[in-house]
């Protein structure tokens, strides 16, 4: 059984940093696309990044280009999500997820990702 468990959340004022973590167990984390997704309260979740198994290729929302990374190792079975220069509308719900065999077109889609973790909250303050 494939579990997702995300660290790093917490409380932090604008223009500040935060990294989260995600670390994925029960299944061949090689094989997996990541993605962090985010939900802001009363909003639908969103994507924000993802990171492809092969190539390591990155994904990004337009807004959070620049200050987010995404980054993945292997070694550790972990994808961390590096976040600068924080946004008061970055507060939300963010959520790993992994996938495998995910099409281009359906990379921003939380549908096409088949594990999710619990999430860990993230609030910037002003």
């Known amino acids: 059984q494939v579990q997702l468990a995300e660290s790093g959340g917490g409380s932090v004022q604008v223009g500040g940093s935060l990294r989260l973590s995600c670390v994925i167990s029960?299944?061949?984390?090689?094989?997996?696309?990541q993605g962090w997704f985010r939900q802001a309260s009363g909003k639908e979740r969103e994507f924000v990044a993802a990171?492809?198994?092969?190539?390591?290729?990155?994904y990004y929302k337009e807004s959070v280009k620049g200050r987010f990374t995404i980054a993945r190792d292997n070694a550790k079975n972990t994808v961390y999500l590096q976040m600068n220069m924080l946004k008061a509308e970055d507060t939300a719900v963010y959520s790993c997820?992994?996938?495998?065999?995910?099409?281009?077109?359906?990379?921003?889609?939380?549908?096409?990702?088949?594990?999710w973790g619990q999430g860990t909250q993230v609030t910037v303050s002003s």
């Open positions: 997820a992994a996938g495998a065999g995910i099409i281009l077109s359906s990379i921003r889609n939380p549908g096409a990702y088949d594990h």
């Open positions: 029960g299944g061949t984390f090689s094989r997996y696309t």
């Open positions: 990171i492809r198994s092969t190539g390591g290729h990155t």
